[in-house]
């Protein structure tokens, strides 16, 4: 296996006539965690979004280029999106865990993709749980709804439903930016150590943030990848000037 | 201080207009009881109605009213449950799928006296149905399908996009997302809704005239095989449900206790639909509750 996790080459993505992301070439080390900043409408998100084609549910909406995960160019007409989803896992801004109960959030998925028994299930669910340090905290109420959690546990069951399904790669749109602070360093607490079995891509407005969690960050700014390096280098000496007023706030 | 005057002035009217409202419902509704309720009787709700003599009941009417209900739901409730989740899910936004919305609505507006005529040409005469439970029911669902299609793609277009992309990221098919992930969310209003329609359904009466048809045969309540012509459970024989009975003794009833047996019918089926409306909200809420597994 390479050190890539995965690469796009050229990746465009159209809104109707307008190009929200511009001929993007990127390559994501595996296991480590990639920061993507920006200011808001720079294209980010959508190219998170891209990776695992959650854009095709959009409207109006068209990619260009290539994605490779795994040996497979998703972007590709032929490639069955629905199975390769199965490897690539997201978590979103908001929370949003299904409308059952906790342990059914997470069992859902391995159930779907075959595994049936009970024993085997309880098993995925405790671990999922256990990595995402809620099993304590939910361990005597699996079978209430999890809508009854707080922001910050809804949050982290839902990146434990898409550990379940045993992705390599994890896409996280503002994960944190919807929670209060202790839930934030609880999730940034996570992601270090999830970043040892899974590759991770975070978008994230929180300069804080990005500089605590990265290993490596990209600029971007209306479309266009302006700068990607490794983030210490990116927070301390940025090669690209914007990069640099961006990062100390004079703008954005 | 002029919006403030404003603000008040237009605070009093909105409360007068809902005070009206009520005021006409309580008023509706106590008419209604006041005169039905003391002639209601388990000997009136379960005997035959009586042509010429005093103390007929309305059992047979009643009955079939319950069952043509039953019938319309099981023909309504998939076709529009398909066809809400295509409008939903599937269809393109494009002229045509807004051409279908446009006709779904006008088909929700349309006379019930219009939809009972077409039902009499088309499925009683030239399909050759009959008057019988099976075309009213058909009729019925001219009127039910609309709606249910409607609420159907409403309540899944009200469910979070996130939801729906959580079904999709974890390697699901859209079939399986739609059906596990989204349709829960949505059913206790789908269910909700279909309840309520099924309460108008309860009371209609001008598109059954010429479909269900006026009369019941002799029903003998003994015999629950649906292929014989005075079993209950036949789909193919006529019935006079309790909507349109109501209507035959006002205008043609030649027993002496017509208007008595006219107030308490009414009663019984403003009753019903209370009680349908009321159990609408008890068993979407108990539905959510099941299916969520909150408390």
Redesign the interface.
């Known amino acids: 296996m390479s050190k890539h996790a995965f690469y796009t080459k050229d990746l465009s993505v159209y809104y109707g006539e307008k190009q929200a992301v511009k001929k993007i070439s990127m390559e994501f080390p595996a296991r480590e965690v990639v920061a993507l900043i920006g200011p808001s409408g720079c294209g980010k998100s959508t190219f998170l979004r891209s990776l695992n084609r959650m854009n095709d549910l959009i409207p109006g909406a068209r990619i260009e280029g290539e994605v490779w995960i795994e040996g497979r160019n998703i972007c590709d007409p032929g490639t069955d999106v629905v199975s390769l989803r199965q490897r690539i896992g997201m978590v979103w801004q908001r929370p949003n865990p299904f409308h059952k109960s906790i342990y059914e959030n997470v069992a859902f998925g391995p159930r779907y993709h075959g595994i049936r028994g009970k024993k085997a299930l309880d098993e995925i669910v405790e671990e999922c749980l256990r990595k995402t340090a809620l099993w304590d905290e939910v361990k005597d109420r699996l079978h209430q709804s999890a809508l009854a959690l707080s922001g910050g546990q809804q949050q982290r069951l839902c990146i434990a439903r898409s550990l379940a399904v045993r992705p390599s790669i994890l896409l996280m749109d503002e994960p944190a930016s919807a929670l209060d602070p202790v839930s934030t360093s609880k999730i940034e607490e996570l992601i270090a150590e999830l970043k040892k079995e899974y590759s991770i891509v975070i978008v994230t407005h929180n300069m804080q943030q990005a500089a605590r969690i990265s290993d490596k960050t990209a600029f971007f700014f209306l479309g266009d990848l302006i700068e990607y390096d490794d983030t210490q280098k990116m927070f301390t000496n940025p090669s690209k000037k914007s990069t640099d007023d961006y990062i100390s706030g004079r703008f954005g | 201080m002029r919006a403030k005057t404003v603000d008040r002035i237009a605070t009093s009217v909105i409360i007068g207009v809902a005070v009206l409202i009520m005021a006409v419902l309580a008023a509706l509704l106590g008419f209604l009881l006041v005169r039905g309720v003391r002639h209601i009787d388990f000997h009136f709700l379960t005997s035959f109605p009586q042509a010429i003599k005093t103390g007929g009941g309305i059992g047979p009417q009643l009955f079939n009213s319950l069952f043509l209900l039953v019938l319309t739901m099981i023909i309504t409730i998939p076709l529009g449950l398909g066809a809400g989740i295509y409008m939903s899910e599937y269809a393109?936004?494009n002229r045509l799928t807004d051409f279908i919305r446009l006709v779904v609505e006008v088909l929700s507006s349309f006379p019930s006296i219009v939809v009972g005529l077409f039902g009499l040409l088309v499925i009683v005469n030239t399909f050759n149905l009959g008057y019988s439970l099976l075309s009213g029911a058909l009729a019925l669902t001219v009127f039910n399908l609309p709606m249910m299609v409607r609420l159907t793609e409403q309540s899944l277009r009200a469910v979070?996009?996130?939801?729906?992309?959580?079904?999709?990221?974890?390697?699901?098919?859209?079939w399986?997302t739609i059906t596990?992930?989204m349709l829960?969310?949505a059913l206790p209003s789908i269910v909700t809704g279909s309840i309520l329609a099924a309460g108008r359904v309860f009371g209609e009466a001008a598109a059954l005239l010429f479909t269900a048809g006026m009369s019941s045969p002799r029903l003998d309540f003994t015999d629950w095989n649906p292929l014989h012509p005075t079993s209950p459970l036949n789909p193919l024989r006529p019935a006079e449900t309790l909507a349109v009975h109501i209507w035959k003794i006002n205008s043609e009833g030649l027993a002496p206790d017509a208007p008595e047996i006219a107030a308490g019918a009414s009663a019984v089926l403003v009753i019903m639909v209370l009680l349908f409306n009321l159990g609408a909200r008890w068993f979407g809420r108990v539905l959510y509750r099941k299916?969520?597994?909150?408390?």
């Open positions: 393109k936004q979070p996009r996130e939801q729906k992309e959580a079904g999709l990221a974890l390697g699901m098919s859209k399986k596990s992930v829960p969310v299916l969520t597994a909150s408390k």
